[in-house]
């Protein structure tokens, strides 16, 4: 394992004021994104849309990183793939390579993530494609007993043994447990079931012999459910975030880049920036950013809704988008920037 190189690459995906692009979506969910705003789910509709958000000018300055799916890493544009229009951006190229969370035998309700099976093989081809990192998701529900230890095992157990195979390929491993927002359960809920499937996650981790150095973790934040009655607010969020990170995170692991999970843009954003304010005060040993796909990209899908005249619209919108992202990373984000928009 070239652990110097992976170390670069990690550092250069967590600089300062930047964070990572999730566009990586499988071929359901681009589908259901496209279908929102009335667009059909064909490859020219897929290719246009990935690259006016690629393609968006100065776009590197706020996103180290883009998370692409199997199919956009072997497209190109006008005779460009989407890893060289990355690179051209100071974008690092990234690659989803799970197959997606299937129905956990013996648990109803309950996810496991697969896509081991001739991982190794793909990720040297992904290699050759330009990817030099990787995103596997897993997905924890909270709901009546769940999650079970089983499906916390399982996933933190596939979680691991991606994130060996990618070390092993000179990929850095993005390892994404999620905790779905789903439900009516409180932070605190939350907050017990994320601290256990990190620390599931991290044990996992340690028996696959994974590099924390040469690692990121993607976590969803500790939220109250979607449907809870009384949703704590941002500066509940930050806190119980940041303390459960403190009981389960190795201080080796160089950073942290938060999923949105189904949270509003401003949420997103306002959560990041008051977690990078606690981090000021307390010295914490990694870096704490973003890795968003909707977040991100809801302004520009909706102001593009499939318009080759609404392209320039789109990238401001996702450009603005990634720069105040790029401020909460570093705690300097104030709401009332937020009327840029207008302007
Ligand atoms: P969201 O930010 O939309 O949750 O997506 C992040 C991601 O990469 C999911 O795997």
Not at 95 to 102: H, L
Not at 230 to 249: F, P
């Amino acid at each position: 394992m070239d652990m110097k190189s992976l170390q670069d690459t990690a550092r250069t995906l967590l600089a300062p004021g930047r964070g990572i692009l999730a566009m990586d979506e499988s071929m359901p969910t681009i589908g259901k994104r496209l279908q929102s705003v009335g667009v059909q789910n064909t490859e020219t509709n897929r290719i246009a849309y990935r690259s006016l958000l690629l393609g968006t000018p100065g776009l590197g300055e706020y996103i180290s990183g883009a998370i692409l799916y199997d199919e956009t890493l072997r497209q190109q544009l006008d005779g460009v793939s989407f890893a060289e229009l990355a690179k051209r951006q100071k974008i690092i190229p990234g690659i989803k390579v799970d197959a997606g969370a299937k129905e956990l035998a013996l648990h109803a309700g309950e996810k496991v993530t697969e896509g081991l099976d001739g991982l190794r093989e793909r990720l040297e081809e992904y290699r050759t494609l330009g990817a030099r990192f990787c995103k596997w998701r897993a997905v924890i529900t909270i709901g009546e007993h769940r999650p079970s230890r089983a499906c916390l095992e399982a996933n933190a157990h596939g979680l691991a043994r991606y994130a060996a195979l990618c070390q092993e390929a000179g990929l850095v491993p993005i390892v994404e447990p999620e905790v779905l927002l789903d439900g009516d359960h409180s932070i605190e809920t939350c907050y017990a079931v994320t601290v256990e499937t990190q620390r599931c996650v991290f044990e996992q981790l340690y028996k696959q012999d994974v590099a924390f150095e040469g690692m990121i973790l993607k976590p969803s934040m500790v939220v109250s459910g979607k449907t809870c009655s009384q949703r704590a607010g941002v500066q509940q969020v930050a806190e119980q975030t940041i303390r459960c990170l403190r009981q389960a995170v190795p201080a080796t692991v160089p950073g942290i880049a938060f999923l949105s999970g189904g949270q509003s843009d401003e949420e997103a954003t306002q959560h990041l920036n008051a977690m990078n304010l606690l981090a000021k005060k307390m010295d914490l040993p990694w870096r704490l950013t973003f890795s968003y796909a909707r977040a991100l990209q809801n302004c520009a899908m909706n102001i593009w809704k499939g318009e080759a005249t609404k392209v320039d619209a789109a990238r401001k919108a996702l450009l603005l988008r990634a720069k105040l992202n790029s401020l909460a990373s570093r705690g300097e984000y104030n709401p009332t920037m937020e009327q840029q928009k207008a302007a």
